[in-house]
């Protein structure tokens, strides 16, 4: 009688490792994005989902979203990377920087801010550099022209009208 309930048992406890593994598998298999349009309407309700709760989360709840947006911009990115157009690339990149946002408690202009701030510096740079160097002799060139411009624009008008006294 005991080895029957052993044997019982453990045919239980079989099943049970089937069972469990069959649903592990039904899971991924659920949670994978099966298309591109599937992928972006997922990222967008994640990052929605993290907009509307990332004030009551807690570390369990971050690592939780950091684990999610990583298969979204890693694994789930990789699979569809080559059907995205331009609009997508954009989307997608938005919901990166968003989700940032919200982590990092930051703005996003001010994320904007820091990402650019090197090339910003740069184009003042190079502004500068042009201040310094050339903007007088174009400046020069620059009246010049708006002169000649002017007397130019100036014989059309006095044609245009002489030509209209000339009509009536």
Not at 64 to 85: C, H, I, P, Q
Not at 100 to 119: Q, T, V, Y
């Amino acid at each position: 009688m005991e080895t029957l309930i052993w044997l019982k048992l453990k045919l239980e406890m079989k099943y049970s490792k089937y069972l469990i593994v069959c649903c592990l598998v039904w899971m991924v298999a659920c949670t994978t994005p099966s298309s591109k349009e599937d992928y972006l309407n997922r990222f967008e309700r994640f990052v929605k989902r993290v907009d509307n709760n990332h004030d009551k989360y807690g570390r369990k709840d971050w690592e939780w979203a950091d684990e999610k947006f990583e298969r979204y911009n890693s694994e789930w990115y990789l699979e569809y990377r080559d059907d995205f157009t331009v609009e997508d690339q954009i989307k997608i990149k938005g919901l990166i920087i968003k989700y940032h946002a919200l982590k990092n408690k930051e703005s996003i202009g001010d994320m904007l801010r820091d990402l650019f701030k090197d090339d910003v510096n740069k184009i003042g740079d190079k502004i500068q550099k042009y201040i310094d160097e050339d903007f007088e002799e174009d400046r020069d060139k620059i009246i010049d022209g708006a002169f000649e411009i002017g007397d130019s624009a100036v014989k059309v008008m006095e044609d245009a009208v002489r030509k209209l006294d000339e009509s009536f």
